[in-house]
């Protein structure tokens, strides 16, 4: 079985500062994705990035980048230049990478709470 | 809509009655999934449909849950006789298919507080 943890249950940030989120996990899996969703208030998940676990090179979206240590088991996630509307709680998630109908679902952390200060 | 439709938006049951959940996927996604968001047990896997392939129903908590898919698209979560731990956000999201399980899109969730 697969573990997500998040270790900040909250975290704050200025308006224009950049904050690193952390995430760790358990697997034996050896191919599998990563990710980081986000819930405002309005609850509704929304993809932020994505790693695939085969690929070296960090994911980056804009603003947002991770840094993917596999062999530590570490996937965190940096907001560069933060802005109010990046207020919401961050999921870090797993995932099997599989090809049949078996495995397809998301493990999740507890979440992280992220308030952007102006 | 071309987003996961769920409803209802909020749902307050008394302890003991039935509840039925409704998902409406995307128009063509084959692949969809339940997950439960309780302040006890974080965010947890249900069920996962796949087309009309037998779902995987390992994620869930008792037998008093149930879920069905009529047609390969609306989905309904039941929860019978409530408890006041089933209290939490329901969430349903789809995708393409399993081979696209890695871009799952999430409708806004039911919010189901028993009284």
């Known amino acids: 079985a697969q573990t997500v943890t998040q270790s900040q249950p909250e975290m704050s940030v200025q308006e224009a500062e950049t904050v690193t989120l952390s995430c760790t996990y358990d697997?034996?899996?050896?191919?599998?994705?990563l990710f980081w969703y986000k819930q405002p208030p309005s609850r509704q998940m929304i993809l932020v990035i994505r790693?695939?676990?085969?690929?070296?090179q960090n994911a980056t979206e804009n603003r947002f980048s991770v840094n993917f240590q596999k062999a530590a088991k570490s996937f965190s996630l940096k907001i560069s230049d933060s802005q109010l509307g990046d207020t919401a709680m961050y999921f870090c998630a797993f995932m099997k990478h599989g090809y049949n109908n078996a495995g397809n679902m998301l493990t999740f952390g507890g979440g992280t709470r992220l308030m952007v200060k102006p | 809509g071309a987003g996961v439709s769920q409803s209802p938006s909020n749902k307050v049951t008394e302890k003991g009655k039935d509840v039925e959940l409704r998902c409406d996927p995307i128009?063509?996604?084959?692949?969809l999934y339940w997950y439960r968001q309780s302040l006890g047990q974080g965010l947890e896997f249900l069920i996962y449909f796949q087309g009309n392939s037998a779902p995987d129903k390992s994620g869930l908590p008792s037998d008093r849950f149930s879920a069905e898919r009529t047609g390969g698209s609306v989905s309904t979560l039941t929860i019978q006789r409530t408890q006041q731990e089933d209290s939490a956000v329901y969430l349903c999201?789809?995708?393409?298919?399993?081979?696209?399980?890695?871009?799952?899109?999430f409708g806004p969730g039911t919010r189901l507080t028993v009284t």
């Open positions: 128009s063509g996604h084959t692949a």
């Open positions: 697997t034996s899996e050896n191919n599998y994705y």
């Open positions: 790693q695939e676990a085969y690929k070296q």
């Open positions: 999201a789809s995708s393409l298919d399993s081979r696209w399980a890695y871009e799952q899109y």
